[in-house]
Nanobody, 129 residues
Framework: QAPLVESGGDSVQAGGSLRLSCKAS????????MGWFRQAPGKEREGVAT?????????YADSVKGRFTISQDNADRNTMYLQMNSLKPEDAAMYYC?????????????????????WGQGTQVTVSS
C-alpha cells in the first residue's frame, strides 16, 4: 500500500474550485508536517502549502495565499486537504502530497523538495481559461 495517496484532481475552468485530499497509510505523529507541492511541465516542483500536525501552523506560497487553504481532518490525523478556490490557469500542475516526520519551526525551506520524507504519486489539476 502506497504511504500517501492523493485524490481530487480534475479539470476546471478558471475561477473554479477543487478540494484535494491526501490519505496517509502510516501513522502520522504529532511532530510531523504534511504538505502539498506541485509541478507543472518543464518546471521544478514547488511547495504550495504546509501544515504542522501539532498546533496547525501553516505556510503558504505567496502565489496561493488567500485562495488555497490547507487543513487536517479533525477526525483523522492521517488525512489532509487542500481547498483551492479562484483557480487560475497557472495553478495547473500535478499536485503531490508529502510528509516530513520531524518538523522544526520556523522552517524557512519548507517549500523545497529536499527535507521531505515521503511523497505520493500525484493528482492532476487542469485549469482552462
Amino acid at each position: 500500500q502506497a504511504p500517501l495517496v492523493e485524490s481530487g484532481g480534475d479539470s476546471v475552468q478558471a475561477g473554479g474550485s477543487l478540494r484535494l485530499s491526501c490519505k496517509a497509510s502510516r501513522y502520522i505523529s504529532s511532530s510531523s508536517c504534511m504538505g502539498w507541492f506541485r509541478q507543472a511541465p518543464g518546471k521544478e516542483r514547488e511547495g504550495v502549502a504546509t501544515i504542522y500536525i501539532r498546533g496547525g501552523r501553516t505556510y503558504y506560497a505567496d502565489s496561493v495565499k488567500g485562495r488555497f487553504t490547507i487543513s487536517q481532518d479533525n477526525a483523522d490525523r492521517n488525512t489532509m486537504y487542500l481547498q483551492m478556490n479562484s483557480l487560475k490557469p497557472e495553478d495547473a500542475a500535478m499536485y503531490y502530497c508529502s510528509v516530513e516526520v520531524s518538523c522544526q519551526y520556523p522552517w524557512p525551506s519548507w517549500n523545497k523538495v529536499r527535507g521531505w520524507d515521503s511523497w505520493g504519486q500525484g493528482t492532476q489539476v487542469t485549469v482552462s481559461s
